[in-house]
């Protein structure tokens, strides 16, 4: 059980420290030439996995109230659903809404030969949903193409255009300082899109409405 500010962070290093991508201190480097699968302590070495470890992770974020019972139930299906994910090393969530709804994220922690961290790119757009981006742009997004999707939820146009029309809903919804910086959020955002392959277009909005309850802390 996690803090939801900690929440990034656990999965991360949780992550990493089952493949030994991790130093003494707990900092996190995915090169796998430096990682030799001994952790250095101050009592001698911790044995890991190894750079070719994977992990698949389960996550649930509850409200309080939520029975225990359920909320457990919740977290071992969705780690079944990670490691249901073609080549696994992935994690699930899902946000139990106070008000019974459920919204579900799937995804690998890296993508792109790792130059996407997907934890890394959540914990931005939350730096970001915080003050800098009104989150207007999410709902906005999905009532624009909520009718330009197929049965298998692929968005009928180009990703391009899907790319152009994220960057225009951020820069309308972003502070001027940080409308710069929301132009390049934007062009990560459709790249990472691009990657997803399960149903794209809801598990994207996934990744953005279960990322902007947590930068929100509301369930």
Request: hydrophobic share 40%; proline share 1%.
């Amino acid at each position: 059980m996690v803090n939801l500010d900690d929440l990034f962070d656990v999965m991360i290093k949780l992550r990493s420290a089952f493949s030994g991508n991790v130093d003494r201190d707990m900092n996190i480097c995915f090169d796998e030439t430096a990682c030799s699968g001994f952790i250095e302590t101050d009592d001698g070495y911790l044995l890991t996995m190894g750079s070719k470890a994977t992990i698949s992770a389960g996550v649930v974020i509850a409200h309080h109230k939520m029975p225990l019972r359920e909320a457990l139930g919740w977290a071992r299906q969705m780690e079944s659903e990670a490691k249901g994910i073609d080549k696994k090393d992935a994690f699930a969530i899902a946000l139990m809404k106070h008000s019974g709804e459920i919204r579900k994220f799937l995804a690998h922690w890296f993508y792109d030969d790792k130059n996407i961290n997907t934890i890394n790119l959540m914990k931005e757009l939350s730096f970001a949903l915080n003050g800098k981006i009104s989150d207007k742009f999410i709902y906005n997004l999905r009532e624009e193409f909520s009718r330009l999707i197929d049965s298998e939820s692929n968005i009928k146009i180009d990703n391009h255009a899907f790319v152009s029309e994220i960057s225009r809903l951020i820069t309308r919804a972003c502070d001027r300082s940080y409308r710069g910086d929301g132009k390049i959020l934007a062009c990560k955002l459709g790249d990472f899109y691009s990657h997803l392959t399960l149903r794209p277009f809801d598990n994207f909005m996934g990744f953005l409405e279960i990322t902007n309850s947590i930068a929100k802390e509301i369930i």
